[in-house]
């Protein structure tokens, strides 16, 4: 999944773009035979379905697979990409290592995770408006009380089972303790163990 080509500024050459989503290379990989290049994720399931170049139909193996030349890989790092989120006002213009990271932390992001004042809980930025406290909080109450019920029971199966083998281990004791009252070779064997 490459780059949105809608957020590239200026022009980009086709050699750039990945035949397969048809954005911009991302992680760009290379065939050794054909020389297609396309975006490492997007060759990757296609070649779970299909053994060839989606380009020229050639035969392409992952062996067949390398990173993109430098001449490409400084093609594509001198483009320039706006913030998705410009609509909502952020004005940055990225590299498109930058590109990533930046989206992940920008303050425009709808879906970045903020933190309310009130319940202190984590929400996307969108859903705060939404966003009830007490809801929410007897949402995680109730599931903790599940849990809770969950860990009592296999607490009663754990306590069942373990007074099973303290009664199987006292029968043993009774049954060493007459083997030995009975046999003098057994008493030894018994003061051994």
């Known amino acids: ?105 920008c303050q425009f992001n709808p879906k970045a995770i903020v933190e309310c004042k009130n319940c202190l809980m984590k929400v996307p930025k969108d859903e705060l408006p939404d966003h009830n406290c007490i809801i929410e909080l007897r949402k995680i109450v109730q599931d903790q009380a599940t849990e809770i019920a969950v860990l009592k029971h296999s607490q009663g199966d754990h306590e069942i089972r373990f007074g099973y083998k303290i009664r199987d281990l006292e029968f043993l004791q009774y049954y060493l303790a007459a083997l030995r009252s009975t046999s003098p070779f057994l008493r030894n064997v018994g003061n051994q163990l």
């Not at 070649?47 to 050639?58: A, E, H, I, T």
């Not at 594509?76 to 940055?92: A, H, K, T, V, Y």
């Open 1 to 105: 999944m490459g780059f949105d080509i809608n957020y590239i500024i200026g022009h980009v050459d086709e050699e750039l773009i990945c035949p397969i989503c048809t954005d911009v290379l991302e992680t760009p990989v290379q065939s050794l035979h054909c020389e297609h290049a396309f975006c490492r994720v997007c060759i990757e399931k296609w070649m779970l379905l299909k053994k060839q170049c989606p380009v020229d139909r050639s035969e392409l193996l992952p062996s067949h697979l390398a990173p993109a030349s430098r001449l490409m890989r400084n093609m594509l790092g001198r483009l320039q990409i706006r913030c998705p989120f410009s609509e909502n006002d952020c004005p940055l213009i990225l590299s498109l290592d930058d590109y990533r990271a930046h989206v992940l932390i």
